[in-house]
């Protein structure tokens, strides 16, 4: 687990009302997995889970419990039960620099988002998204940003 200079935490109701009583938690659960944090991330009671490797790009903002996993943690096996199969079933997810993804909102595996992205409270992005676009809902649907939300040149 790499976490760069300048990240923030916050699990408290006084850092970030929004949070409840979620804690953030940051998990690498296999031997090889990989979680990278780019500088100045800031984050609130949120859940993110490594079984091959998740990358936070710099100046992005995690909103209250937003959940990011690279894996689907179990299989179907014999008689009705379940395999521990996170390794077995883990993508990659990338996030870019300077997102903000809203409340509540799921990062499933495989996902590749953009430099500058927005992804609305409570979407659930199962699908890359490019550059300065606009995610929300369920399943996730993708536009363009509007003018107002794009960093200007020298900022990028």
Same mark, same amino acid.
């Given at each position: 687990?790499?976490? *760069?200079?300048?990240?923030?935490? #916050?699990?408290?109701? %006084? %850092?970030?009302?929004?949070?409840?009583?979620?804690?953030?938690?940051?998990?690498? $659960?296999? =031997?090889?997995?990989?979680?990278?944090?780019?500088?100045?991330?800031?984050? %609130?009671?949120?859940?993110?889970?490594?079984? +091959?490797? @998740?990358?936070?790009?710099?100046?992005?903002?995690?909103? /209250?419990?937003?959940? $990011?996993?690279?894996?689907?943690?179990?299989? =179907?096996?014999?008689?009705? *039960?379940?395999? #521990?199969?996170?390794?077995?079933?883990?993508? %990659?997810?990338?996030?870019? *620099?300077?997102?903000?993804?809203?409340?509540? /909102?799921?990062?499933? +595996?495989?996902?590749?988002?953009? !430099?500058?992205?927005? @992804? /609305? /409270?409570?979407? &659930?992005?199962? +699908?890359?998204? =490019? !550059?300065?676009?606009?995610?929300?809902? #369920?399943? &996730?649907?993708?536009? =363009?940003?509007?003018?107002?939300?794009?960093?200007?040149? #020298? !900022? +990028?």
């Amino acid at each position: 687990m790499l976490i *760069r200079e300048g990240v923030k935490i #916050n699990t408290t109701v %006084s %850092s970030n009302p929004v949070i409840g009583s979620s804690r953030s938690r940051l998990c690498v $659960i296999e =031997p090889e997995a990989c979680m990278e944090i780019g500088p100045h991330v800031g984050m %609130s009671g949120v859940s993110i889970t490594a079984a +091959k490797y @998740v990358s936070i790009g710099q100046g992005t903002i995690l909103g /209250a419990d937003v959940l $990011i996993t690279d894996t689907d943690f179990h299989l =179907p096996i014999d008689n009705w *039960r379940w395999s #521990n199969a996170a390794g077995d079933t883990a993508e %990659s997810v990338v996030i870019g *620099r300077g997102c903000f993804v809203g409340a509540r /909102a799921m990062i499933l +595996k495989g996902v590749a988002i953009g !430099d500058g992205v927005v @992804v /609305a /409270a409570g979407a &659930v992005v199962t +699908k890359n998204i =490019p !550059d300065e676009h606009l995610a929300y809902g #369920n399943p &996730v649907k993708i536009r =363009p940003l509007a003018d107002k939300w794009i960093r200007k040149e #020298n !900022d +990028k």
